[in-house]
């Protein structure tokens, strides 16, 4: 009895141990990025690293972004916070699943469309966007986001994970 004992005590550590490191966050740097505007793509600098985490707690597709330009030029600057570091971090939640296609690749295209969050105190402002994360073997491998009211300026990213 004594090692049946042990053995479930032994299972039930190493299976904590997996649901453990199975939903530790994902943080991306953006290596290199892109905007599109009029359907015309160009290479596009902002001061300080933009940077994506998955939150694995929330649904799919759920994720934080940070860095104020980037924040700031996506919402056009229409938010008016008391605070302007509200701008520095966003989280993208409720995504609701619109498509989802494999290219020849093997690189899985999952387009969201959800609400991009800015919350800080007494500060709130809120857009809908689309995001479309592009995904090869579990390794996310580009963003691409915009605004559901400005489709006309879309932003695109090759992600490199932290070490």
Request: proline residues 2%.
């Amino acid at each position: 009895m004594k090692k049946y004992y042990t053995l479930f005590l032994l299972f039930l550590f190493v299976t904590v141990s997996y649901a453990q490191q199975s939903q530790s966050p994902t943080t991306l740097v953006v290596d290199k990025a892109w905007l599109n505007e009029d359907e015309e793509w160009t290479d596009f600098n902002y001061s300080g690293q933009i940077v994506f985490s998955t939150i694995p707690s929330n649904e799919e597709g759920s994720l934080r972004i940070g860095n104020y330009d980037f924040l700031y030029d996506l919402c056009n600057g229409e938010a008016k916070f008391s605070n302007k570091a509200t701008y520095s971090s966003a989280e993208f939640s409720h995504p609701r699943k619109v498509s989802a296609k494999t290219d020849k690749q093997g690189v899985v295209n999952t387009t969201y469309e959800g609400t991009l969050i800015f919350q800080s105190d007494r500060d709130y402002y809120s857009i809908i966007a689309i995001v479309t994360i592009l995904d090869k073997g579990g390794n996310i491998l580009g963003i691409k986001i915009h605004s559901k009211d400005n489709d006309r300026k879309e932003y695109a990213f090759s992600l490199k994970p932290t070490s």
